[in-house]
């Protein structure tokens, strides 16, 4: 297919302050005078929590070596008097995402094969599991896999060698690709919104464990599943994602299930996709999504 | 349109019982002997239950008069050794559907417009509210509209005129159509697998008041609605249809309950429609639909 | 509810013009040397037609008095530069749309409900129709209903009668709610971008005559809907929606029928809400849509 | 998980035939005498084309040995007199696929990772391409892969080549998941019913080649999928499922075909599966699913 799109370096500027008079004008004459071009800009006000977000892709007008230490020296003289918290990303977005399983695989196999393809545009430096079972796929596609086991006594040390593997490889994010282990507390503050966890109902409904059960015995008629950002309080985390498909009371739970999968690919890997596209913001308990 | 339907007298049988050989067996040969042409048949065995559940929509072979009484004595006569609940409807299909209402008319309006085209085929004998607010909307219907003010003192009489109403009507089914009263328990029991209520909200989250705040509060990214049977345990009745949007943080929650708004209605309709229809089985908390 | 949203006046900017530096620039300095808020920007290039579109949403810093003719005067100064084409509107926003129907009531009752409601907050000054079914559903929402019949050979008159109630009206949108005529090739090209039309089907498919017919036919499992702009090629126009519900082999033509009716209403609405908070673009045979 | 099910041998018989009085009971007394047990019955009348289709699952009531030509010959000497089409299909129900792809791998790594898991529980003798590109991922899952290049000169007997292969194989099923060649008319004819193709447009709409790119073009704002059987008559194959997700105009054709990958993949499996389930029947240029 031809391409339609620019191979010029792009970058993608995102930010969020509370609401005040001039926080677009920041953006777009610093860019202006700096001679960028704003090939998209998009803004959002949560007048409710008085919070501004913006995102914005842009590229140089000529082509010219781009100083990532100046823009922001730069940039952020100005943006100072707006209590901003504001990131910079460049060309090629290759982020760096550390996978964690157990023994399901299909969530795994979907996000390698989008690796695989160049559909999801990222490296992966390490597959973690507390389990041995899926290090075939793993090899197949070339990526160290570590085996780190766990129980309820070894579960401080296993947290430490998980955590440094993730700051070894430099991870943008953690993906908890239907890892069946609850995180400790303390792990869950250093992750969060680093890390994204599949939950297999659309939460808050059947919270915990075993979701396709709850959903089986309330006879639900829709079966669902939500990607969201770990944080301390177990599965209350923002919502990035949510997917959903009829079923009827001809499923079981292990019928549920196998739908469930279905949608929890879907679901999993469009919030990775938002997430490495730099287009979520976190908002308190919320997500902000500037979404394609 | 060309109608491709037949025009003759057409019957529903629907049953379950519990598991057992000769169950289907038992309706196909019956009717077979009294002269009976099936043509819909469909049936459900829930192992994890150990129920088995039938439907069946036949007419006579040749135009003869059909006697209902003779075929329920008939065929009791047989089916009593199956343990079995059964159920005959003749055409036309003219279901009485008493509805409740009290501010919101949006489910009201929805129901009405396809009583009117005739979309739902039913009767509506009786339009009840605890606030006079729909009454213009009952009228141009030509509908009788009950205006029962309530409070905590007066609930037991007010519930009592609300059953007077229904039993007078003969009505065959109760929906409750965002009516923003809890019944009692007495109420819910006397109503229990007889009424609808639409829920909005994807039970099981977001129980009680205020669904789209708390859908709000949770930054939840699908906004749905529930139609179940009232039961005596609030929000927890049997549920027979859901439905849901896409939504995202530009909503807020009056734009959560605008969008909410249309899926009720939908949700609600299609519940209507397979309760008129025949199709839904009680089973236990759940629901079995030989849906369309 | 309480309302969120801010209650001082707040403006919308569109625009489109070839892709050029600066082009963002323009309007965000423009905005803040006026002493204007930006609570939402959008823009997005299209790299393929080499063409740029904008919508703002602002609102004075202070409360002062807008001066229309000045702030587009001086803006225009500057736009003039960019070969832009652009338009402003002021809350509050309050449209004029004129609905032509023939016999078909499901998308006029729809658009009724939603008007009377105020979910969609609009004006309705005319309702034209060539049949004289829907004038007591006008009557009841105080609506004048035009009852203009048409034949072949009175075409050319009644579609004059038409545009001058459109223009007398001066109605800024005109919405085909199944208007069951073709417009002739003169009228398509007035009304050319500001009338929208509902299409029984999921376009490009079964364009023309009695597409639930030709679905039916075709034992398609999906049905839907499509709204689109009118232009002088039939069942061409710029799609704006699209809606769609799953059916199966049971569903005959009216079965099709009456679950589509559903799906043009939904889709229809959402169309009309897009149009009218000025959140669609033309771009040659396609849209653009900044869409909530 | 528990299993709900039965472990006993069960059966699947599926038939259809003019309508005529009679004809339900025939399989079901018959079934009822020889001491068989039906866990599900469905029976569909196609009142336009004056058709009966059924599909019932049945299994012994105690365990004894199923005499599969005994029992064939006896149900053929009552069901000759309906002239009825019928099969007859017996648990393990374990379908031989082929599939056959180019270059594209998405539906293929699909349909082997549900082989793989056992999710879709089927055979695959064969995987056939016209290019090398995926022997590799063939060989991950250990099974044969064919590379039948071809050329508009050799299309006769490369096509031959296939039709062994798929013969030897006695594959019950062919699946084109994305095979980018026309199959020549007597292919379509010998595989007329039993091979399913990916068409990634929603049919009617997009027929032919570079269907993402004429959706493209169109504006489209839902984008499809569509599994239909392979017929004489191109893209216009007995449609089976189809799948449907929204885009908007941020889409080019790339984009288009990644979202349409994920729908590829997932309408095409729902057809497989449905298809080695023995829920679909062929009608005319129609299907008849008795759905999950």
């Known amino acids: 297919m031809p391409d339609f799109k620019p191979v010029v370096q792009t970058h993608i500027i995102t ?49 010219t070596e781009f100083n990532r230490e100046d823009f922001c020296q730069q940039f952020e003289a100005r943006a100072s008097a707006f209590d901003m918290k504001w990131q910079l990303a460049s060309s090629p977005y290759k982020s760096k995402v550390v996978i964690m399983v157990s023994k399901h695989d299909h969530c795994l196999n979907d996000l390698l094969y989008r690796y695989r393809t160049g559909d999801l545009d990222i490296e992966i430096p390490a597959i973690i599991s507390n389990h041995p079972d899926l290090e075939a796929l793993a090899k197949w596609h070339d990526i160290p896999y570590y085996h780190l086991p766990i129980t309820k006594e070894t579960k401080p040390e296993q947290e430490a060698k998980v955590l440094k593997i993730i700051q070894d490889s430099e991870a943008d994010l953690v993906v908890l690709a239907r890892y069946m282990q609850v995180l400790s507390n303390g792990m869950c503050k250093k992750l969060a919104g680093k890390a994204i966890n599949i939950h297999h109902s659309l939460l808050p409904g059947f919270k915990g464990a075993r979701p396709y059960y709850q959903a089986y015995d309330r006879g639900i008629k829709l079966v669902g599943a939500t990607a969201h950002y770990v944080s301390d309080d177990l599965d209350e985390g923002p919502i990035i994602t949510q997917g959903v498909e009829t079923v009827d009371h001809t499923y079981y739970p292990q019928d549920l299930a196998a739908k469930g999968r279905d949608i929890e690919c879907l679901t999993l890997s469009r919030a990775v996709r938002c997430h490495i596209e730099h287009r979520i913001f976190l908002n308190g308990k919320k997500t902000v999504i500037f979404s394609k």
Chains 1, 2, 3, 4 share one sequence.
């Open 15 to 63: 930010a969020d302050s509370p609401i005040k008079p001039g926080t677009v004008n920041l953006f777009t004459r610093f860019l202006f005078e700096q001679g960028f071009y704003i090939s998209e800009i998009h803004s959002f006000d949560d007048t409710a929590e008085d919070r501004f977000f913006i995102r914005i892709e842009f590229r140089a007008n000529t082509a």
